[in-house]
């Protein structure tokens, strides 16, 4: 089991910032690749984006790249997104999960790829 608690989440106005954590326990934190998801009411699970257990690569879905960065403090069992430029369709609420892959991988963005997930941090995007 890899519990997961994300925190930093609220409201802000269109154009502002967040910075999402996740804190993770269990001794082998650099052994999981984590992932923010997102869902808002009425859709799918959306992948936002991911990192790998050494932190050296990183994925992200379209629609937020050049405006949110995901990173990881392995030393402090953490992994953040720094959201800037939030837009009223980032509004949703935002999930932290883990995996284990045999390499220093990302995968696909799917969430079926992921063993373990956070309760949900609220982002609310006011326009």
């Known amino acids: 089991q890899v519990p997961l608690v994300e925190s930093g989440g609220g409201l802000v106005q269109a154009g502002g910032s967040l910075r999402l954590s996740c804190a993770a326990s269990g001794r082998t934190f650099d052994s999981y690749a984590m992932a923010w998801f997102r869902q808002a009411p009425g859709k799918e699970r959306e992948f936002v984006a991911a990192?790998?257990?050494?932190?050296?690569?990183?994925k992200y879905e379209d629609s937020v790249k050049g405006r949110f960065t995901i990173s990881r403090d392995n030393a402090k069992n953490a992994v953040f997104l720094q959201m800037n430029s939030l837009k009223p369709e980032d509004t949703a609420v935002y999930l932290c999960?883990?995996?284990?892959?045999?390499?220093?991988?990302?995968?696909?963005?799917?969430?079926?790829?992921?063993?373990?997930w956070g309760q949900g941090t609220q982002v609310t995007v006011s326009s």
């Open positions: 990192i790998s257990g050494s932190g050296g690569i990183t």
């Open positions: 999960a883990a995996t284990y892959f045999y390499s220093d991988y990302v995968g696909h963005g799917d969430p079926l790829e992921y063993d373990y």
